[in-house]
């Protein structure tokens, strides 16, 4: 799993990550290089977008959990 956060392997943050994307393979035109960028970018909005979501959610559930004093609500979400 990659580390987009930062703190993984080798220290680095989720640049350095990006940035061995970006430079995994030699780039001989510039379209290329903006290409790799884009899609190394595209996967870190994926994921922003879906720890979001989850984020959303688990604060509804929390919420709707202590509506009902702990009990059972599932059938309410």
Wanted: with cysteine; charged share 40%; glycine share 16%.
């Amino acid at each position: 799993m990659c580390d987009l956060v930062g703190g993984g392997e080798g220290g680095g943050g989720g640049g350095d990550w990006m940035k061995s994307e970006v430079y995994k393979t030699k780039v001989d035109r510039p379209e290329e290089l903006l290409s790799r960028n884009m899609d190394p970018a595209d996967r870190m909005k994926k994921r922003e977008d879906q720890l979001r979501r989850t984020t959303r959610d688990l604060r509804r559930r929390v919420a709707k959990g202590t509506d009902v004093d702990g009990g059972v609500f599932e059938h309410v979400l």
